[in-house]
């Protein structure tokens, strides 16, 4: 049975999110939720608030949000059927660092001390698997204060931004950075076209989605959720958006393709994509595979199972007008190992909201998360536009329409 939501359950889920944009100065200026069946059918969708806190002009299902982060899961999507193909490989590392020689020139931080870094040469080898479960030693500038001192911005537009020190030899730790805009550039070393082109082709087309895009269309502009700031007494300001250089740019090239934080899109259409994941890597719309079967369990099964408590290391706020001190990513009981697929985090037994076992789900920077929960055959997209990460009120309401979603 395709799960379904009563019309009891869906009128409870809009309720609590329109309580929750009641406000647009001191609670959330506008939000979207999506969820869909295996089946690819949305069994709810609503939109909610102003597109920012300063508009007059409604939030709707077509509004425009800069996903960042939820990239990535694209971005493993086009590294795997590359894998599928044979024209990359997970565990090659003279393959991943030949194809980029930055990879095989990144430096390793020895020592940190009063904002100065130690560098000196690797000794590990990096490959495409560690880069899709962050464990060849990349970082952020806004979670590491070691990346954070090298000045970089990883939001310019400039590969030069991404093509940072590793903080521990590869594939020995797991820390969350740029490893996946490394795994896109060997995407576009091996097809030959840049990685929005490829997206475009590969995964966009055979799904039926129009309106994903990291160069946004003057229509997708046109469309755009506005960027907000959340100060510490709780009052939200609209800010100058981080992902500008596509947004002004006149034409994309020599614009870096952003595998970790470059789309733009419609939250129901990112949806369809968790609808393919959901049936197995064939859209149940359209009825093309992109992936097969097997490559969807492989992106679904842990990695590192060797770290099971990687998700309980504090993550700092490097960058506190871009992150809040994160102290768990995903709060579960410490029985309870944490596991991470290719690209996104997985909850390995079944997760407080109802969600099945094995479910993956990941997040963006302006404070959007999805979940994909095969077991069950549901999963779902909350977005906004706030900064910094980890909003208390936003992970309120996306655990509680999810449990919704469940309960209904």
């Known amino acids: 049975m395709p799960h379904t939501l009563s019309e009891a359950g869906a009128k409870g889920i809009r309720q609590a999110i329109d309580t929750a944009t009641s406000d ?69 590392p003279d393959q991943a660092e030949n194809l980029a020689p930055e990879l095989k020139r990144a430096k390793l931080v020895k020592s940190f001390n009063d904002g100065k870094l130690e560098l ?20 952020y500038s806004f979670f590491n204060p070691e990346i ?10 400039k590969i030069e931004d991404v093509n940072t020190p590793l903080l521990f030899e590869p ?14 550039v060997l995407v576009e070393r091996v097809s030959g076209l840049t990685l929005n082109d490829y997206f475009q082709k590969n995964i966009f087309a055979p799904l039926g989605i129009k309106n994903i ?32 250089a596509p947004l002004k740019a006149s034409s994309p090239d020599g614009i870096f393709n952003s595998a970790g934080a470059g789309c733009f899109a419609q939250p129901s259409e990112y949806t369809k994509i968790i609808a393919t994941l959901l049936n197995d ?21 842990n990695q590192i199972p060797e770290f099971p408590n990687f998700g309980r290391q504090p993550i700092a706020d490097a960058m506190p007008d871009l992150t809040n001190p994160i102290g768990e ?32 789900w990941w997040a963006g920077l302006a404070n959007l998360f999805w979940w994909a929960d095969r077991e069950k055959g ?31």
């Open 281 to 301: 890597g064939t859209s149940p719309t359209t009825g093309k595979q992109i992936l097969k079967k097997a490559t969807v369990d492989e992106m679904f099964s």
């Open 329 to 360: 990513l995903y709060p579960q009981p410490h029985d309870q190992p944490q596991g991470w697929g290719l690209t996104f985090m997985l909850t390995i037994s079944e997760g407080a909201t109802g969600r099945g076992r094995n479910t993956g």
């Open 213 to 244: 895009n990291m160069f946004p269309t003057a229509e997708m502009k046109s469309k755009l959720a506005h960027m907000h700031a959340r100060d510490k007494d709780g009052n939200i300001t609209e800010r100058e958006h981080l992902q500008l």
């Open 171 to 184: 594939g020995t730790s797991w820390n969350y950075g740029t490893n996946i805009d490394w795994a896109g």
């Open 24 to 92: 647009p100065n001191t609670k959330i200026p506008g939000f979207v939720f999506v969820a869909v069946n295996k089946e690819g059918e949305q069994i709810f969708s609503h939109a909610s608030g102003k597109r920012g806190a300063n508009s007059d002009e409604p939030m709707t299902l077509d509004t425009i949000f800069w996903i960042a982060s939820c990239t990535k899961m694209i971005a493993g999507i086009a590294a795997m059927q590359l894998v599928e193909q044979g024209k990359l490989s997970l565990d090659d």
């Open 120 to 139: 000196v040469e690797k000794k590990g080898r990096i490959t495409l698997r560690q880069l899709l479960s962050h464990t060849a030693g990349f970082g």
């Open 378 to 408: 549901v999963g779902g997209m909350v977005a906004s536009q706030i900064l910094p990460f980890a909003d208390g009120q936003v992970m309120g309401l996306w655990a509680q329409v999810e449990s919704q979603i469940y309960q209904g």
């Open 148 to 157: 954070k001192s090298t000045g970089v911005n990883e939001f310019s537009g």
